[in-house]
């Protein structure tokens, strides 16, 4: 690979490696690891594209740290895909996406006023709309979102999650479907730690860097704080037919809790305060384990069908495996789901 360097909207400077094209032209495509690769949508729909337009170079110095560059999105994208790529490889193993060696594709400028991100099973890539104008005023690839629409490919070539529900605006529901959210947003905020970038400081929120009024989409130490999408911190038996980033919280509650427990504390500046449904303390056993258990909880236990209930039984056994039955760490998950009201 060639080495160049990239000034990207919300990551700053950052290194890039790419493909040598011509004498003076490089472009966007990384070939150590498993040519993951950046292209143009050229603000069209899926529809009317079908894999977009090379990012072209001639001095391999990308973008200018503003939207004002239609390469600088391009930065951040491809320094995500990177990133996600080298997270799942050193911290699971996991080879790619679909774990067949092959590096995540991603078009930005997807579409006109797209106020979203998608990992798209037609393409198995990414796409990343450049905002709507109004909640959403910039393009759509900051770290985090990366590593949540990327594990959406993770949780597709593995559990396979299915909503229970559909509506006729094709939002999803039930507790599958969130936990499909939930996983996307637990490996999104474990990259974003991983990858510890200075101008994007690692934290349990999700979409901190977009601009929002709320200033983040959702976050994992106390759900409910998102009154966007109205996510919850425990389940609820008798109302559970939720919207799937609404139900993702319960899950992703869990996560928070056996990681890093329960009440209040600060982490890399960020400070949080995580409640519990039943008011017990639960005491955190870190983040790299939890990664551990919930990865192979998803990737070996969890199915199509998983609910909550489920998913405290896989990671269950997850922990037993790793940790044994008899384990801090086992006991551990026991007290995060019960926590969030999901017992035996
Ligand atoms: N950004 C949304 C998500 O990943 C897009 C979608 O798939 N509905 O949840
Ligand atoms: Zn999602």
Request: proline share 3%; aromatic share 10%.
């Amino acid at each position: 690979p060639a080495t160049g360097s990239g000034a990207a909207i919300f990551a700053g400077t950052v290194p890039l490696l790419t493909t040598q094209t011509a004498q003076t032209s490089f472009t966007l495509k990384d070939p150590s690891r498993g040519n993951a690769e950046t292209r143009n949508a050229g603000r069209r729909e899926l529809s009317s594209f079908t894999t977009g337009k090379a990012f072209t170079d001639a001095d391999n110095k990308w973008g200018n740290g503003t939207s004002s560059d239609a390469a600088s999105a391009a930065v951040d994208a491809q320094y995500g895909i990177t990133s996600t790529f080298d997270y799942y490889k050193k911290t699971f193993g996991r080879n790619g996406i679909k774990n067949d060696g092959a590096g995540p594709h991603a078009l930005v400028h997807f579409g006109n006023s797209v106020g979203n991100a998608f990992w798209s099973p037609d393409c198995a890539c990414m796409l990343y709309g450049d905002g709507d104008g109004v909640t959403f005023k910039q393009p759509l690839v900051a770290l985090d979102v990366t590593g949540h629409e990327l594990t959406h490919g993770v949780v597709e070539a593995t559990a396979d999650f299915q909503p229970t529900r559909v509506d006729d605006q094709g939002n999803q529901y039930g507790e599958a479907g969130s936990l499909n959210e939930s996983i996307a947003d637990i490996f999104g905020s474990s990259m974003e730690f991983a990858t510890n970038n200075p101008a994007n400081p690692p934290n349990y929120l999700m979409g901190e860097k977009l601009g929002l009024q709320q200033t983040f989409l959702r976050r994992l130490d106390k759900p409910s704080l998102d009154k966007l999408e109205g996510t919850v911190d425990y389940w609820d038996e008798g109302s559970y037919d939720r919207e799937v980033h609404a139900g993702s919280g319960v899950s992703s509650h869990a996560f928070y809790l056996l990681a890093e427990g329960s009440g209040r504390k600060t982490i890399g500046g960020f400070s949080y305060d995580s409640p519990t449904y039943d008011g017990s303390s639960v005491t955190g056993i870190g983040r790299a384990k939890a990664e551990q258990i919930f990865y192979r909880a998803l990737s070996r236990y969890m199915v199509s069908t998983t609910d909550f209930h489920g998913a405290r039984e896989a990671t269950l056994q997850a922990a037993a495996d790793i940790y044994g039955q008899d384990s801090t760490e086992y006991t551990t998950v026991d007290q995060a789901w019960a926590a969030v009201n999901v017992t035996a």
